[in-house]
Nanobody, 123 residues
Framework: QVRLVESGGGLVQPGGSLRLSCAAS????????MGWFRQAPGKVREYVAS????????YYSDSVKGRSAISRDDAKSTVYLQIDNLKIEDTAIYYC????????????????WGRGTQVTVTS
């Protein structure tokens, strides 16, 4: 069993930045592909970014490509998501996910999920 705990969300103005963190426990972190998804009120869960177990491949959705960066620190069993130039439409609960079937944009490819951290972008 893998436990995931997100942090780093909050209230930010448009154009600002946030770095989300997801701390994992319960399994060797370096074996896990990690992903970030988000869900806005009334909308389905949406893929944001993912990173392979080795950190060698990183993927992003078109909605955040060019203004975000996913990274991992295996020594800390933590994955990060930096988002810059935040927009109002980035407002959502951000969820961390973990699995072993590749850093897929399909949420069904992940076996473990955190409870999420709220990001609110507002002026």
């Amino acid at each position: 069993q893998v436990r995931l705990v997100e942090s780093g969300g909050g209230l930010v103005q448009p154009g600002g930045s946030l770095r989300l963190s997801c701390a994992a426990s319960g399994r060797t972190f370096s074996e896990l592909d990690m992903g970030w998804f988000r869900q806005a009120p009334g909308k389905v869960r949406e893929y944001v970014a993912s990173i392979t177990w080795s950190g060698g491949s990183k993927y992003y959705s078109d909605s955040v490509k060019g203004r975000s960066a996913i990274s991992r620190d295996d020594a800390k069993s933590t994955v990060y998501l930096q988002i810059d130039n935040l927009k109002i439409e980035d407002t959502a609960i951000y969820y961390c996910s973990a699995g072993t079937r590749g850093a897929t944009p399909n949420p069904r490819g992940y076996d473990y999920w955190g409870r999420g951290t709220q990001v609110t972008v507002t002026s």
